[in-house]
């Protein structure tokens, strides 16, 4: 079946570490997201990839990196200089806009939290 | 900058009644609009997409209507049922690929 997989599902910080959220979809979708979620709120974009080697900031990209060297593959990595990473990251794919916008398809998230 | 309103932000109703929950957005320079749901814990399933050139979509017990020049979206669901249980977000989306999400509604049917 197609879609995305995140990994892991739960995942733990030690302070001064970074750790890297995988993202990996076998839907052929040129688009790929990753947001944010904290509790009782909605989605905030962290950052999008809408081609492979090409990536744009969304609107809380400080303390986060992200690369995309396969269409089928966008880590999100959190560095230490992200100082409040507890949430819940989602990430999500689409199939290319600037044809009829094609609907975002979400993974099961993965839950960040601070040792 | 896009700012996306749902109201209200819970919902409880008894299995069987008509519902409605709401979606305002401030720049009705949009693409196309969202409808998601959320169960606890996990990741978003959608529901509904409705581009800029649209009123609504259907599907099923669901009916998503779009007036872009007020920035409002509702999604009307039908005959509600224990299942629809769920968080219901929107999303607003540009042509540059961005989306901008509501906090949502958060719905509980009793049976």
């Known amino acids: 079946d197609g879609g995305i997989t995140q990994s892991p599902k739960y995942l733990f910080r030690k302070e001064g570490q970074n750790v890297t959220l995988s993202c990996e979809q076998n839907?052929?979708?040129?688009?790929m997201y990753w947001y944010r979620q904290d509790p009782g709120q909605g989605l905030r974009l962290i950052y999008y990839?809408?081609?492979?080697?090409?990536?744009q900031k969304g609107d809380i990209a400080e303390g986060y990196s992200v690369s995309r060297e396969k269409k089928e593959s966008f880590p999100l990595t959190v560095t230490s200089a992200q100082k409040n990473p507890t949430a819940f990251y989602l990430c999500?794919?689409?199939?290319?806009?600037?044809?009829?916008?094609?609907?975002?398809?979400f993974g099961d998230g993965t839950r960040l939290s601070i040792l | 900058k896009q700012e996306v309103t749902q109201i209200p932000a819970a919902l409880s109703v008894p299995e069987g009644e008509n519902l409605v929950l709401n979606c305002s957005f401030t720049?009705?320079?949009?693409?196309?609009l969202q409808w998601f749901r959320q169960d606890p814990g996990k990741g978003l399933t959608s529901l509904l997409l409705?581009?800029?050139?649209?009123r609504e979509q259907t599907s099923g017990r669901l009916n998503a209507s779009l007036d872009k020049s007020s920035g409002r979206s509702t999604l009307y669901i039908a005959a509600s049922q224990p299942g629809d249980s769920a968080t219901y977000l929107c999303?607003?989306?540009?042509?540059?690929?961005?989306?901008?999400f509501g906090d949502g509604t958060t719905l509980t049917v009793k049976p």
């Open positions: 839907l052929n979708h040129d688009a």
């Open positions: 999500a794919s689409s199939s290319r806009t600037g044809r009829a916008g094609q609907p975002q398809h």
């Open positions: 720049d009705s320079a949009i693409y196309n």
């Open positions: 999303a607003v989306n540009t042509n540059a690929g961005k989306s901008t």
């Open positions: 990839s809408q081609i492979v080697n090409d990536f």
């Open positions: 409705i581009q800029s050139s649209q």
